[in-house]
């Protein structure tokens, strides 16, 4: 991360976000840049690659999918539920690259802490830190983004969208985030319904037969 921090920090942060005579170890100097290159980064990457996803990769047929929120009834039933961290996240039934983003600050926070505090724990290189934070925001938007298709050798190993559809249809499985290992363990799994020809896809062109 330092090395995006270098960089932004002689073009951008200094003297514009904080004072040029503050030292480089000054803990608010650190948070705050920290937390603005988090966020803009975490930004710029949801708008480029959630764009691309939602118009090269995600199915646009879905929106016909009588769960599929438009906008306005978003921000309504957004504005009614209740602010659990999480739950707001779910409004999404059939989701899009956009809705990858869509949680509450708080639930934010609390899922990027593992890949903040690992680098604490155990020797982590620079390099390697910066393309998991990468890595991981364009996995969230892949696996919103209505393209069922793994191999097959690997349905029922990689947490894919099919499997992330399920989690967002019934609440309390596939809670995984690359790997369906943990839901395996712990009773959480759900082989997906796209899988067995009941997924959203499947009851639209059950719709379009009848």
Not at 41 to 53: E, H, I, K, P, V
Not at 138 to 148: A, K, R
Request: proline share 8%; charged share 20%; hydrophobic share 35%.
């Amino acid at each position: 991360m330092d090395l995006v921090l270098d960089a932004a920090d002689r073009h951008l942060l200094t003297p514009y976000v904080y004072p040029a005579g503050w030292p480089e170890g000054e803990p608010c100097r650190q948070l705050l840049s920290l937390f603005v290159i988090t966020n803009l980064g975490a930004l710029a990457l949801y708008l480029l690659f959630g764009t691309l996803s939602y118009y090269f990769v995600f199915d646009h047929q879905l929106k016909t999918h009588p769960q599929f929120l438009e906008p306005p009834q978003r921000d309504r039933r957004r504005a009614l539920s209740p602010q659990r961290f999480h739950k707001p996240h779910h409004l999404w039934k059939i989701a899009t690259p956009f809705a990858s983003h869509a949680f509450h600050p708080v639930d934010g926070f609390m899922q990027s802490l593992p890949y903040h505090v690992y680098p604490f724990l155990f020797p982590l290189h620079k390099v390697t830190y910066l393309g998991l934070y990468i890595f991981v925001n364009v996995w969230t938007i892949s696996i919103h983004d209505g393209d069922y298709r793994v191999p097959r050798l690997l349905r029922h190993v990689v947490n894919g969208s099919a499997h992330h559809t399920d989690h967002h249809f019934y609440f309390d499985c596939n809670y995984g985030q690359y790997f369906t290992l943990w839901d395996k363990i712990g009773g959480s799994y759900k082989s997906p319904a796209s899988f067995e020809g009941k997924g959203p896809r499947d009851y639209l062109r059950k719709l379009r037969e009848k």
